[in-house]
T-cell receptor, first 110, second 110 residues
Framework: GQQVQQSPASLVLQEGENAELQCNFS?????MQWFYQRPGGSLVSLFY???GTKHSGRLTSTTVIKERRSSLHISSSQTTDSGTYLC????????????FGAGTRLKVIA | GGIITQTPKFLIGQEGQKLTLKCQQN?????MYWYRQDSGKGLRLIYY???????QKGDLSEGYDASREKKSSFSLTVTSAQKNEMAVFLC?????????FGKGTRLTVV
């Protein structure tokens, strides 16, 4: 089965609204990272967060290992937040295989 | 800080052609990765390597070869390009923590 599942697949927000993006995984992990990507653009690392909570401006990442989930919270969304958000994991399988979720496509409208 | 350099940035090939993509990193990272990203989709792991001369298959290795000639470089070969194929190939590296990405090679097959 799929090792990394992201939800929702897509989301449309009115500017100023908050969003919660989820990443669920099937086994324990070694490493967890959130990325942002504009259409046709490069991957931008937002957080490296294998456990706990981290903040960066309007963004907050929380990883709860025993619940096998990580979330990305966007507060007071802006049109420039539009794009795809991807989570990536290195699972605790004794190797270094880094796998990605399918992403959440976010559109923020003015 | 380090950098990952992918060459070429754009690659146009013909059906059936063998095509090679190159990646160099100066982070001194042990592990390197090749991913494929199709338009509007997530990243799929093709090959990864945990040290010089090591190769590990990802979920999408069929149709590709890879070579880790030295610690700093990792090459990917498309063994027979498929007509109308269009994708971005992303190289990444890691030392067990966060993963860092190059800007990608955009492949078009005519």
């Amino acid at each position: 089965g799929q090792q990394v599942q992201q939800s929702p697949a897509s989301l449309v927000l009115q500017e100023g609204e908050n969003a919660e993006l989820q990443c669920n995984f099937s086994t324990s992990l070694n490493s967890m990272q959130w990325f942002y990507q504009r259409p046709g653009g490069s991957l931008v690392s937002l957080f490296y967060n294998p456990s706990g909570t981290k903040h960066s401006g309007r963004l907050t990442s929380t990883t709860v290992i025993k619940e096998r989930r990580s979330s990305l919270h966007i507060s007071s969304s802006q049109t420039t937040d539009s794009g795809t958000y991807l989570c990536a994991l290195a699972l605790n399988t004794g190797n270094y295989k880094y796998v990605f979720g399918a992403g959440t496509r976010l559109k923020v409208i003015a | 800080g380090g950098i990952i350099t992918q060459t070429p940035k754009f690659l146009i090939g013909q059906e059936g052609q063998k095509l090679t993509l190159k990646c160099q990193q100066n982070f001194n990272h042990d592990t390197m990765y090749w991913y494929r990203q199709d338009s509007g989709k997530g990243l799929r792991l093709i090959y990864y390597s945990i040290t010089e001369n090591d190769l590990q298959k990802g979920d999408l290795s069929e149709g590709y070869d890879a070579s880790r000639e030295k610690k700093s470089s990792f090459s990917l070969t498309v063994t027979s390009a498929q007509k109308n194929e269009m994708a971005v190939f992303l190289c990444a590296s890691s030392i067990g923590g966060p993963v860092f990405f190059g800007k990608g090679t955009r492949l078009t097959v005519v």
